[in-house]
C-alpha cells in the first residue's frame, strides 16, 4: 500500500513564502511524474506545476517565476516552493505521484493542505 503525505500549508500574508513537501511511503519501485494541483472554494482543481522523473518541469502561467516544483528520488519527496504569494494563490494543495508497483503504475494523492493567503 502506498501513502502520500503532505505538510508546510499555512496561513501567510501576501508577498510571503511556504514550502510544501508530499513523502510517498511504501511499496514503491519508483516515481515517475509529480503534479501539484490545487482547488480553490467553488472552483475546479487545477494544475500548478508538473515534474517528470528526469526533471523536466512546467507550470501554470500564473505561478511561472513564483513557484518551483522539484524532488528528491531517493527520499520519494516532492517539494513546492512558493514565494510572492498572492491571495488568488488561496486554496487547498494536493500532491499527485504516478508511482511504479512492481511492473504497473498508478496514480496517488495526498489528503491535501491548505494555504490561505491573506491581503
Known amino acids: 500500500q502506498v501513502q502520500l503525505v503532505e505538510s508546510g500549508g499555512g496561513l501567510v500574508q501576501a508577498g510571503g513564502s511556504l514550502t510544501l513537501s508530499c513523502a510517498a511511503s511504501?511499496?514503491?519501485?519508483?516515481?515517475?511524474?509529480v503534479g501539484w494541483y490545487r482547488q480553490a472554494p467553488g472552483k475546479q482543481r487545477e494544475l500548478v506545476a508538473q515534474?517528470?522523473?528526469?526533471?523536466?518541469?512546467n507550470y501554470k502561467d500564473s505561478v511561472k517565476g513564483r513557484f518551483t516544483i522539484s524532488r528528491d528520488n531517493a527520499k520519494n519527496t516532492a517539494y513546492l516552493q512558493m514565494s510572492s504569494l498572492k491571495p488568488e494563490d488561496t486554496a487547498v494543495y494536493y500532491c499527485?505521484?504516478?508511482?511504479?508497483?512492481?511492473?504497473?503504475?498508478?496514480?496517488?494523492w495526498g489528503q491535501g493542505t491548505q494555504v490561505t493567503v491573506s491581503s
Open positions: 499527485q505521484m504516478d508511482i511504479r508497483i512492481t511492473i504497473t503504475s498508478y496514480s496517488y
Open positions: 511504501g511499496s514503491i519501485f519508483s516515481i515517475n511524474a
Open positions: 515534474i517528470t522523473r528526469d526533471d523536466r518541469r
